[in-house]
């Protein structure tokens, strides 16, 4: 790890598996923190037949990593998350819905040669986040898989 390395824009393959497109831009906070802040966007069905649906979510994602081994941006983490998003369907008559989730993750990130980044945790997650029927709803498994680059 580089101690010149301040901010990562990563992506994360699991959750594009699953219908929801997430781009994070994370900035450390000293040492041992960093915070992330990107767009949130449910576009298309994914493998989950659960979150399936006629709807749409367009939103905004945020998180907060407490380092407890390694320097930030790299090295085992902790961190809580939160999704808030607009929710609308093709459905006529309905209205548009706010929905979200927010979980609580440990896991590590990595940072090989000059700036890849490789990242992955698990933990658990409640959903509030669909429209009329379609949708996730309560407590779910969470993890978190991302790649992007480092700077």
């Not at 915070?35 to 399936?52: H, M, Q, R, T, W």
């Not at 929905?99 to 490789?118: E, K």
């Not at 945790?121 to 949708?135: H, K, Q, R």
């Amino acid at each position: 790890m580089t101690p010149d390395l301040h901010w990562t824009v990563t992506v994360d393959p699991l959750t594009l598996a699953i219908g929801f497109a997430h781009v994070q831009v994370e900035h450390t906070l000293g040492h041992h923190f960093s915070l992330y802040l990107g767009p949130s966007v449910k576009c298309f069905d994914g493998i989950l037949e659960g979150a399936n649906g006629p709807y749409v979510g367009v939103g905004v994602e945020a998180g907060v990593r407490g380092f407890f081994w390694g320097t930030a941006p790299a090295g085992g983490w902790v961190m809580v998350r939160g999704v808030l998003a607009s929710l609308s369907t093709n459905v006529p008559n309905t209205a548009t819905n706010l929905g979200g989730y927010t979980s609580a993750l440990v896991g590590f990130t990595g940072i090989v040669g000059p700036g890849l980044v490789l990242s992955g945790g698990l933990g658990v997650s409640y959903f509030d986040y669909g429209v009329l029927e379609y949708g996730v709803h309560g407590l779910a498994p969470a993890a978190h898989t991302n790649v992007g680059w480092a700077f």
